[in-house]
């Protein structure tokens, strides 16, 4: 643990670098984001959000539960600080919730929770396209000032490359092994069967066209049971 307002700018972002390197994976990754947000920006609540396959925004992390459920009111409905926010690659600064006729039902929410001070921040992954949202939260109204939100988009901008790199890995190694299970069936089928790997590789293709499921799908049942899905 650390506090920030001991450090200057460059060493609080020097630190974030080094926490956001060690992280393994995107779960620790996007935990770090959060936990390092709420420390920095002295702030009560933070959260991260992601796009997921289809545009779809999914919650990555959170630091209270509250904020889980204000994040799902919004999915919900399709409409919101952090939907537009998402949508638009926009930052949404809202000093006071309470007071702020954009969104009724969200504001209401909101406020319930004792929360005023609301900034949105998008996690650009390209020029194009936004991957995320970093979103933190103060009960004091008019929390966030200038200072706070110029640090907020450099934290942003660290979160976005972190946790890029993250689900990157991520992908990469689910990919390896995905092609290690293959294998796995592969070598079954050319024991059973006595095929060589072009066939026994066409013989998972097959049940994975003909049942229209996944190629790894086909082989984790093959690895798992000793037994080809029904075609």
Not at 52 to 68: H, K, L, Q, T, Y
Not at 143 to 169: C, G, P, Q
Not at 211 to 223: C, M, P, S, W, Y
Request: hydrophobic share 45%.
């Amino acid at each position: 643990m650390f506090n920030p307002a001991e450090l200057s700018v460059a060493d609080v972002f020097a630190r974030l670098a080094t926490e956001l390197h060690d992280s393994d994976g995107v779960d620790e990754t996007v935990d770090a984001v959060v936990e390092f947000a709420v420390r920095a920006l002295s702030c009560s609540h933070a959260g991260v959000v992601f796009v997921a396959r289809g545009g779809r925004p999914e919650i990555a992390a959170v630091s209270d539960p509250a904020i889980r459920t204000i994040y799902e009111c919004q999915i919900d409905v399709g409409d919101g600080p952090m939907v537009e926010s998402l949508r638009e690659g926009a930052v949404v600064h809202i000093p006071d919730a309470k007071a702020d006729p954009r969104w009724p039902s969200w504001s209401e929410l909101v406020s319930g929770f004792g929360i005023h001070s609301v900034l949105h921040l998008p996690l650009a992954v390209t020029d194009r396209r936004v991957g995320g949202v970093l979103s933190v939260y103060s009960t004091a109204p008019a929390a966030f000032t200038a200072d706070d939100e110029a640090v907020a988009h450099i934290l942003a901008r660290h979160a976005a490359v972190a946790l890029s790199s993250a689900r990157e890995e991520a992908s990469l190694a689910q990919a390896v092994d995905a092609r290690k299970l293959i294998g796995q069936a592969m070598g079954i089928l050319m024991e059973r069967f006595d095929l060589d790997a072009d066939r026994a590789f066409e013989v998972l293709k097959r049940y994975s066209q003909d049942g229209n499921i996944k190629l790894r799908e086909v082989a984790q049942q093959l690895v798992d049971t000793r037994k080809l899905p029904r075609s």
